[in-house]
């Protein structure tokens, strides 16, 4: 059998320490009985800890708060939840990561102005991230602003490395039909992307100054064109001849 | 956040900020909440106090794009973190924590102001980290930080990883040993 009195002051000690006593010692601000006198006494005295003044911060962290996080070592602050530091539970519950479907000016748009502020002049320049992200920057800005904006956020833009393996990609996708549902390349359509992209390589050459203004266009544009005389184009077109059927029933 | 004056809309755009690596708004949230960290882990038992908690903002910090809610739960999430660190802090020593004496360079932190002041702080801390290293580790987990780190029983039930009633409950148990320890020894603080 068990000591009553044991049984008894525990009993005590639950009624004593419900809920609210405990927060009336804990947080000071209700009153409490003067048998916890010493407790509350305590509780001031471990409260007051927190009252010896801001710790000096580290010298990274001192380097963190004058330059920023990204001009001082490029660190990435946008990391996977994976890799929080926190109690499960709170772990399971952040994002894993922002959408990618999110585009980069909904997230721009999304930022406090205080955080718009604090991503300075370079992201600030929305017309070079604009052109950055439909790529068609020159291929040195295009990487630099590519580069910038997967550094310091979610997403990615197009570098010009990208644009060339890409042009590869359209030319086959052409030609399968995966693109506009029709079998064949369209030479003219993918001339004017290859000498686009040829332009913008040729204006980051040593050479840039030579390159030309426009992509020329039309039959002048081809070698000799100034030699010889414009070949005629016929107002009319040919009916394609007429393919007998063959005899085994397919041809 | 840290800060409880701080209203919601205050606490997301310095939140907002932090996230992009602005200087101001990472010093602002250490300047909030590093005061109540180092004082949690002084009162722990740390060894290396203010390293420690330089330590622990560069965690935050490099972890702060991951991070999503309220004030009050990044408080907790700066806790848990904070905690964390004191783990692998006193794994690393492989012993007992300490119970050093309340560091000088607790006092001399403080504002200069007056000698006697600075002396009974000092004495206050040590008694308070004395009682506390009596009880058990979980038990002075849970009081330390709701005292020193201000955090609510929830907060605390989600810096620990421990349900609410589990953190109740030894929360009722330690205030209760405390109780027990001051009442025998019949000196107040």
């Known amino acids: 059998m068990s000591d009553p009195d044991g049984y008894e002051a525990e009993m005590l000690r639950r009624r004593l320490f419900d809920d ?3 927060e009336a010692i804990l947080t000071g601000r209700s009153p409490v009985p003067d048998e916890f006198a010493a407790l509350v006494s305590f509780a001031e005295d471990a409260r007051a800890l927190t009252r010896s003044g801001v710790p000096s911060p580290g010298s990274e962290l001192r380097a ?15 990391t996977a939840a994976s ?15 922002r959408s990618k479907t999110m585009t980069f000016f909904e997230w721009i748009a999304g930022l406090s102005v205080g955080a718009k502020a604090a991503l300075g002049v370079g992201i600030a320049a929305a017309s070079v991230t604009g052109a950055g992200a439909a790529g068609v920057l020159p291929g040195p800005i295009q990487d630099a602003v590519s580069s910038a904006v997967s550094t310091v956020t979610p997403f990615e833009f197009p570098s010009s490395a990208n644009s060339h393996a890409d042009f590869g990609k359209t030319v086959a996708n052409d030609a399968t039909g995966t693109s506009d549902s029709t079998p064949g390349v369209d030479g003219k359509s993918l001339a004017s992307t290859a000498a686009q992209n040829g332009l913008a390589s040729a204006g980051t050459t040593p050479a840039a100054g030579h390159a030309p203004a426009a992509v020329p266009t039309g039959a002048a544009s081809t070698p000799g064109a100034g030699n010889a005389p414009a070949p005629t184009v016929p107002t009319t077109v040919p009916s394609p001849p007429t393919i007998p059927p063959h005899p085994g029933g397919r041809p | ?14 939140l907002s900020a932090a996230q992009v690596g602005a200087g101001w708004a990472l010093e602002s949230i250490y300047r909030d909440l590093a005061p109540a960290v180092a004082g949690y882990l002084r009162a722990q038992g740390s060894e290396q106090p203010e390293d420690l908690v330089s330590e622990v903002f560069l965690r935050v910090f490099r972890d702060l794009g991951s991070f999503s809610g309220t004030g009050p739960r990044f408080r907790s999430w700066v806790f848990s973190i904070a905690h964390a660190r004191l783990v692998d802090e006193r794994r690393r020593r492989a012993r007992r924590p300490a119970i050093a004496p309340v560091g000088l360079e607790h006092a001399e932190a403080r504002a200069a102001g007056d000698v006697e002041d600075d002396v009974m702080a000092r004495l206050a801390a040590e008694r308070v980290r004395a009682l506390c290293s009596r009880l058990s580790p979980d038990q002075r987990d849970v009081l330390l930080l709701r005292l020193v780190g201000d955090l609510t029983v929830e907060q ?13 409950a030894l929360q009722r148990r330690g205030l209760a040993a405390l109780h027990r320890q001051l009442v025998r020894e019949g000196v107040p603080l």
Do not use: C, W, Y
């Open chain 1, 20 to 22: 609210e006593m405990s």
């Open chain 1, 64 to 78: 963190m708060f004058v330059d920023g996080i990204f001009a001082e070592n490029g660190d990435l602050l946008v």
């Open chain 2, 1 to 14: 956040m840290a800060d409880a004056r701080m209203n919601d809309a205050e606490f997301d755009e310095l």
């Open chain 2, 156 to 168: 605390v039930a989600a810096a620990l990883g421990k349900s609410i009633g589990a953190t109740k």
């Open chain 1, 83 to 97: 890799n929080v530091h926190g109690p499960a539970q709170q772990a399971a519950g952040l994002p894993k990561r």
